[in-house]
């Protein structure tokens, strides 16, 4: 990757900054695209004078991505929602950066899915991730697809989200407490997209898990120890799941029924599916590096660890 350069379309993220962080550990000139390039400034540490560039880029402005693209070797796609837009960010805007990327004659192209994606999913988030793959490739037969599980890191929404409820409330409902994941570390993710474009492999679809598959009960019942917490947890029935999911609020945080509906379906690596492991990239287990940040939601935070663990 010495001195490519490679645009990443919303590398100031909680993804992006681990992908950025990676390309120029490699030695690639990395362009962080997004649409307030301010929010990404704090990148500019971690590469040498000149190695990243900033620019303004909204993939529903293609004007604005195929100046973000031009001149670049590679070209990675971050961009993406939890709810809102599904359609205008995960389809109209995945085909607007793969079309911008073949008319600049990017040399690859890696674009970030998510395992669950299918035309035919129940969730918005699972049906457009689905037909957004769909439109990348009609564009750019040749882009790599990447499909992680659930994504954790010292700056996620999902392991912290979970451990604020835990720290604060006495008892925690868990809906759909079987549903399986695979978590995956934020920088094994980024070491992927790296060799990726580092050595690519046309036209493939890769799947991201670590090496745990956990149920969502399982999860919580893991973040609860790591915190020295121990509340009562709840494992709802379907029904009282969806009422919860209807109305929008689970106690300590929203939830949306699409999000419900992603709950339906396990979240783990297809067997016989491009890994990790194919990538040359061990995977990280969650009890690896979680506790070190985790560490805040103790009652008196590192002070609170346990000598065990402060031995370990």
């Known amino acids: 990757m010495k001195n490519k350069l490679v645009t990443v379309i919303g590398g100031g993220g909680f993804v992006g900054r681990y992908v950025v962080e990676a390309l120029l550990s490699g030695g690639a000139r990395v362009r962080v695209a997004q649409r307030d390039p301010r929010a990404a400034w704090y990148l500019k540490p971690l590469g040498g004078l000149g190695q990243t560039q900033f620019v303004a880029a909204d993939v529903m402005r293609p004007d604005t991505i195929a100046?973000?693209?031009?001149?670049?070797?590679?070209?990675?796609?971050?961009v993406g929602v939890l709810a809102g837009k599904f359609d205008a960010i995960h389809v109209t805007g995945a085909r607007t950066v793969a079309g911008a990327a073949r008319d600049a004659g990017v040399e690859a192209l890696v674009h970030?899915?998510?395992?669950?994606?299918?035309?035919?999913?129940?969730?918005?988030?699972?049906?457009?991730?689905?037909?957004?793959?769909?439109?990348?490739?009609?564009?750019?037969?040749?882009a790599m697809i990447v499909r992680p599980s659930i994504v954790f890191g010292?700056?996620?929404?999902?392991?912290?989200?979970?451990?604020?409820?835990?720290?604060k409330a006495p008892m925690v409902p868990v809906l759909r407490a079987g549903t399986k994941f695979q978590p995956v570390f934020a920088a094994d993710v980024g070491d992927a997209i790296a060799a990726l474009v580092s050595t690519p492999r046309p036209g493939?679809?890769?799947?991201?898990?670590?090496?745990?598959?956990l149920t969502?009960?399982?999860?919580?019942?893991?973040?609860?120890?790591?915190?020295?917490?121990?509340?009562?947890?709840?494992?709802?029935?379907?029904?009282?799941?969806?009422?919860?999911?209807?109305?929008?609020?689970?106690?300590?945080?929203?939830?949306t029924w699409d999000q419900w509906l992603m709950l339906g379906h396990d979240n783990v690596v297809a067997p016989?599916?491009?890994?990790?492991?194919?990538?040359?990239?061990?995977?990280?287990?969650?009890?690896?590096?979680?506790?070190?940040?985790?560490?805040?939601?103790?009652?008196?935070?590192?002070?609170?660890?346990r000598t065990d663990d402060i031995a370990a």
């Open 112 to 142: 970030m899915s998510a395992i669950g994606a299918d035309p035919q999913a129940a969730s918005n988030y699972g049906r457009s991730k689905g037909e957004g793959e769909a439109a990348v490739r009609d564009a750019f037969p040749m």
């Open 204 to 213: 493939a679809t890769i799947e991201l898990g670590g090496p745990d598959i």
């Open 154 to 167: 010292r700056e996620d929404e999902f392991i912290n989200r979970f451990a604020g409820m835990i720290e």
């Open 216 to 255: 969502m009960g399982g999860i919580i019942r893991w973040i609860a120890e790591a915190i020295g917490r121990d509340p009562a947890i709840v494992e709802l029935p379907d029904m009282a799941g969806a009422m919860i999911a209807r109305a929008g609020f689970l106690p300590g945080a929203p939830i």
């Open 67 to 78: 100046n973000a693209v031009a001149g670049a070797d590679a070209v990675v796609n971050l």
């Open 272 to 305: 016989g599916a491009t890994t990790l492991t194919d990538l040359g990239i061990a995977a990280t287990p969650l009890a690896a590096v979680a506790p070190d940040w985790l560490v805040r939601f103790r009652r008196q935070g590192r002070f609170g660890r």
